[in-house]
């Protein structure tokens, strides 16, 4: 089975997604890193060509890149674009205008006309366009949504996702943070700050964890870092499709023990999950009226979709490299099997929800958190 | 140093908290149970008589124990009143019209003006009362508040406040659980169901820890099991008045590791704190930048007031019986003393600040769960 | 139902044990402390007699003590010695002869010959002799021992207990500490320091949740701090009478996250159980090839000896207080019925395998640590 | 930079530390698997061709392997030996008498003679010779290794290292699972079961973090499952070059939370350092008479030796994977920089080491756990 073809755009040096991206694709061994436009400065040439094979397949800019792979037979067959955010849509555009599958870095797009473009351009071109929504990667991210279809939690009746970091806790960007310069620019990172950044991947843990989608939110964003342009501690209230209620608190300044604290609690009439990302391999289901049992992935009992995210028996524990990497082993399996069966969590309709729901979001906060539609998002479940 | 003479409204057989408050007011040593009308059912007055020494002051009703009480030289200093909710006012108003200081279970009162007249009475008539908001008597929150006190948190920028419970997950009141049915119903517990049980402990956590009020509110509140009558399910946006935001989610009906799980994480622009209720002795601090530090009640490095609130070294644990006993100690402290200095987190402005809590969430979710101005509640800090 | 009248002997101003048994004796109201030899150093009369209501009963040393309150009607029914272990064997014995029942501290006396004396004349007299061995009032130890008793974990195969501890990391007895003083001091603490302080802890543990004695050991003490005349840190391998195979290592010398950390791990064909005394209320049960189940005091589904020292429903903790208190609630029950059931874990006869388990391991010790059997002991299970 | 050619030994179909290795050396993209002898068994030639480019370097055998990979000018620079422990030493052997470098699991051979005889042959022809002690790749583990050699727990007193499975809890072997079948076989595993597999984990953590070499032990082995010809159940106390005590408690057959439950317990005058496998980014230091500290890899003030085996920032999790991906980086960058930097707790001397704990433990088992001196093992440090 020959390796996938793989270009990406960004990624270069000091960026954080490039080399994660690099190490996730690389996993299973079911790509290959033939090509890419790692980064636009000059200096950086050198850098990007010891990432591949053929110097020569380093571009300088992603529409050569695009232009010159193209026109190869050998040429890259999926891209992965790991840029600031505001190059999302016109890379993906320029890929699939060319032809070329879509792997891209959340959010989909800076806004929702964009995101709605690009999806109907997947949809027509007839190509496979995923966003990368790494957290739904986790096996048992997975397990907890197949035991929620499986009736396995009863109705449900709430959720509650929260998502923790400290690192723009201080002003960051002005002491030349790379990261925290461009995800604290409206004009690179978009409308959202936080929202964006890792609400993003609040609502949709929210989104594929229950199946369900919000129907409204009042949402409650705030800048607490003097200076700061975007949003970077956001807390919202949701109302689900069936009359459950959720809550979403995405903060970038809260010291905390865990550092990257994104977690789950989700619950309904028969019994309750918990699920938190620093100690990904365990999910805690709570029946009404019972003990606790703690799953492990790996381990005996679990649902298929657990069982087929697995690389390790339980207690070697996996991680973030396996969760991204399952992303890449779902596009291998798609794409061999030319099957049409969606990815989980991470379908260019997940990114266009995503998008709704930070537009939805800031207009909630627009009207002092009023209680606001959300944008239709034609996400099909 | 003679005990207190305590008495007791309410806490007979089946009851929660009478029981909890025999032993808690036993603890120290400080107090002495010399009377009581612990429940107005005929048949339990045996029951009752066997709780103190003299059967004689075992009373079939509150009025006839405040009565005769009140006419014996020694007769009860102290009631504790531990009934259901809407006799919590008709008991303290006449304890305080006789003379006698009160401890009350929380919430205070059925409603605000309720509420308002009996903290006037107590005032007026210069008689401690305090409402027993138990999680304030654990050191860990007194070190917490006292961190905050003392700038190291720096300037705070946030707080969650979550309570989590699944006890009334299942529709419980209509099987016979004396406990679930005078809590949903509304005569008998008030306008606020889960809101008023444990919602009020989380407003009153938030309050005594970061020594600020709520300016506003939006609240969604919801009756998650058909035919319930009163909310179980709640969550709350606030706003400070220094400008941070906060959030509230307690919960009845969600099934969880934790059985009665609540805790907060509160940060500032130096720091964090995180403390959860079922482990009460450990508090983690991360400080912007470093690494989290677990502070444990009995070792050093900790506030007066920790220290001051402490039994045991490190290691051997307290839980809640302390934490009730500490409001105990306090009281006696205080009556000994003669001193005014006021109790942390359990005077009658912080159980009228939580009646002012519960009416303002509850008109913010009459109204769709617009930004409401909290209730006028005129906490001294 | 009138209190029992209980005496104290040890427990003045600077001690642990006092302060400690005081409480746990008020914690359920059955008992009344009405007199008490709390410090042989006359400026301490003062404090002794303002922790009693009769200040002439507050005795300069103990044999006054005993002598005094033999002859009163109202005297003393039961002592609770809670002084350094040199004096437990001339206390009780005293005690005995008085025809006063007793509780003890462990260990319970200096040596095996005293200690079987002292069970001999508890039973010569059928008196009451219970020994504190305080961790085995915990509701999920019994929980544990009643699993094993029940079949639930199967044939035991091994079980390990640890008890980890620091305050004895630096030469503390050498700065002025009172507890450190006598504790590595052989003539006040006998011939085992850590052994016999908190290793007789583990091997109680140990024997009381199997319910299996040891045949023999192999023991390896150490002084880790230069100058001290006792042990501080100490591991031995154990064979029990099933042919399992256990080990216990405690020590006073190493820094942890745990202040007190005694835990165990006890497992058979079917099954194994892990509890930890810092998280008392939790017990973690795991099935051969199950998931691993989380038991909770207070919660359902518990054997009836948990459910019997249960006094807070799951999520309220209950900590070190209710565990002692425990084995007084046990006392006044075995008291107050006259019935002849065993104390769980703290019967005479524990505290003599305690002494056994110590003479044993210093023997095995001073022969490099050789396999050795246990002197026997003569527990009746 | 060209990747270094990689063959492996084993690791076909069914097997575990096969696809655990592949997966591990392609993290980093620094070696390319180009050859293998997978399987002895005919049928399995397709399975082995489909895991490299070109197929007809599966080979059925790895005396074929070695020597037509030997012959070509790109043949494999390294072999991974990932067979059952009985293979080991004929593998390794004609790898290194054919140039070839290696990568070997442990055991390292069946004996000690096997092992010495390997050691002395990778010196004679200078060839790079690796042991897979995986766990010494955590950067956590590197992290305690450095404060130890920096002083940071001052003088070392003990340390406690368990490694707790329950796999083998029933006789799986005589099930069918191919892993249980050899590794309870003395013939294919050597002499020791469980002190082999997984005891040896733990003496080379012992090792490798604390810098010291054991002098003595004494070992009880303890086979549980009747009929089985290997031990499953290991306890060994041992004492330390420096004086210091030690134990090892190695456990296949004990059902705990954890499932893989390797962790170390080591402490010093200063301080005490605690690490658990499952948890692996964690590592927690307390000082003596000071606040636990949690360190996390990622986060700042770790030592270059942690940093430098560091993919993602803190929050972020790493795992197994990692762990053994960093062995792999390891042998990169010593090849490519052709210097002689010792592997961190991997080199051919800490297999030796190994081998010399097993053989001693024998010893010491076989006369009744008597305290025996250990096997000269040459490791220089």
């Not at 690099?22 to 990007?48: K, M, N, Q």
């Not at 300088?60 to 992965?80: F, K, N, S, W």
């Not at 989104?207 to 949003?231: E, F, I, K, M, Y």
Request: with cysteine; net charge neutral; hydrophobic share 45%.
């Amino acid at each position: 089975m020959r390796p996938i073809r793989l270009g990406m755009v960004g990624g270069g040096a000091g960026a954080f997604f490039g080399p994660v991206h690099r190490t996730a694709a690389r996993l299973d061994g079911r790509f290959e890193l033939v090509a890419g436009a790692f980064s636009s400065r000059p200096e950086a040439a050198g850098e990007g060509a010891a990432l591949i094979a053929d110097a020569a397949r380093s571009y300088p800019h992603y529409r050569a890149m695009i232009e010159a792979e193209a026109r190869r037979e050998d040429g890259v067959e999926l891209i992965a674009i790991v840029t600031p955010n505001h190059l999302h849509y016109p890379v993906a555009k320029a890929a699939l205008e060319a032809g070329i599958a879509v792997l891209c870095e959340k959010p989909l797009a800076l806004d929702l006309e964009q995101a709605r473009e690009l999806a109907a351009l997947a949809s027509e071109r007839d190509l496979l366009f995923a966003v990368a929504y790494t957290y739904t990667g986790y096996p048992m991210v997975r397990q907890a949504a197949a035991m929620v279809r499986a009736g396995e939690l009863g109705t449900l009746r709430g959720a509650q996702i929260r998502y923790v970091q400290d690192w723009l806790a201080t002003p960051v960007e002005a002491g030349g943070s790379k990261q925290a310069a461009w995800r604290t620019d409206p004009r690179l990172a978009g409308p959202g700050g936080c929202l964006g950044d890792i609400g993003t991947h609040c609502y949709n843990l929210l989104h594929s964890v229950t199946g369900l989608n919000a129907v409204a939110l009042a949402a409650d964003l705030q800048a607490s870092v003097p200076g700061r342009a975007l949003d970077d501690d956001v807390q919202i209230m949701l109302r689900l499709e069936n009359g459950a209620r959720a809550g979403i608190w995405a903060t970038q300044v809260a010291p905390a023990v865990a550092k990257n604290g994104l977690d789950f609690h989700i619950y309904g009439d028969k019994g309750g999950l918990e699920w938190a990302q620093e100690a990904p391999d365990l999910l805690r289901f709570t029946p009404v009226g019972g003990n606790s049992v703690l799953m492990r992935r790996g381990a005996g009992g679990l649902h298929p979709a657990a069982v087929a995210a697995t690389r390790l028996p339980a207690g070697h524990p996996e991680a973030y490299f396996e969760a991204l990497g399952q992303l890449y082993r779902d596009i291998a399996e798609h794409w061999t099997q030319r099957s049409r069966a969606p990815l989980f969590g991470a379908r260019v309709a997940d990114g266009v929800a995503g998008i709704a729901f930070v537009e939805t979001a800031i207009v909630s906060s627009r009207s002092n958190g009023a209680w606001t539609a959300m944008i239709p998002q034609a996400i099909a479940n």
